[in-house]
């Protein structure tokens, strides 16, 4: 080493392409993992809940043979956004518009863990009623033609793929006989049948029959329908996608 050298020492330089010792991450303890894990799940599915599906049950034997007593279904929320309606031969889920369940079907889970499970919809809530449109706003319902087959502006449904009769002459309801019409149905209403049509109280049964002191009706707002039925999802044995029957592509505008 010369006397120069001694007077500049040489400097090591890092070199700029050597990675950088990572710094060491500190983990949550597990109990507090796993509690921001169940959070984030409640809000996903308070998310999910509100924007795109919801779990519900099946509360009456009104829509057999397809959907059971106390199936699982799932609902479709956004099949109807953006200007979308209930189609006819759709299978929705609707508000009970008042009176149109018993306190048994209308009441909801009752204990706290299902209650909040209900709310967040992981769990079936009660006060909702499934059945099928039959009519949309403007059509013509009527019971029934020489075969005992539903009509619809004047256009016979084949409903054998999916309705029950226990023996009735017709497909109409339980109540009503194979002699009667509906509609025209109102705008922004639907008119509704379950699939079980000597067990079903829908909207057939709730027609007034032109009393002037009734105030039930018939049709159901399509502002209290929640979602379209896409999937029967329990118990497992029962599932299967749920979709609108080739009959009611028969059908004319009204």
Same mark, same amino acid.
């Given at each position: ?7 500049? #020492? ?53 829509? %057999? ?8 279904? /799932? ?40 209650? /909040? ?6 769990? #079936? ?33 084949? %409903? ?23 509609g025209p149905v109102p705008d922004g209403s639907i008119f509704v049948m379950g699939d079980n049509r000597s067990h079903s109280a ?9 009393? %002037?002191d009734c105030t039930d009706s018939p049709y159901i707002p399509t502002d209290d329908v929640v979602g379209k039925v896409f999937v ?23």
């Amino acid at each position: 080493m010369t006397p120069e050298d001694a007077d500049h #020492p040489t400097v090591l330089h890092k070199d700029a392409d050597a990675p950088a010792t990572p710094a060491k991450r500190k983990h949550l303890p597990v109990w507090q993992e796993t509690i921001l894990l169940l959070v984030i799940a409640l809000v996903l599915a308070t998310v999910i809940k509100a924007l795109f599906v919801q779990a519900f049950y099946i509360p009456s034997a009104s829509k %057999e043979p397809g959907l059971v007593k106390n199936d699982r279904i /799932l609902v479709q929320k956004v099949s109807y956004w953006f200007g979308g309606s209930p189609q006819r031969g759709d299978v929705v889920v609707f508000k009970d518009p008042g009176g149109w369940l018993s306190p048994e079907e209308s009441a909801g889970p009752t204990g706290g863990v299902t209650k /909040l499970l209900a709310k967040v919809g992981l769990y #079936p809530s009660g006060g909702h009623l499934v059945k099928r449109v039959i009519g949309v706003a403007g059509d013509t319902i009527k019971c029934c033609d020489d075969q005992g087959r539903m009509m619809v502006n004047g256009t016979p449904l084949n %409903e054998k793929a999916y309705a029950r009769l226990d023996g009735a002459k017709c497909y109409g309801p339980m109540i009503r006989g194979c002699d009667w019409t509906a509609g025209p149905v109102p705008d922004g209403s639907i008119f509704v049948m379950g699939d079980n049509r000597s067990h079903s109280a829908d909207s057939s049964v709730h027609m007034c029959d032109g009393a %002037e002191d009734c105030t039930d009706s018939p049709y159901i707002p399509t502002d209290d329908v929640v979602g379209k039925v896409f999937v029967l999802l329990w118990p497992s044995d029962h599932f299967r996608w749920v979709h609108r029957p080739d009959t009611f592509a028969d059908v004319p505008s009204s």
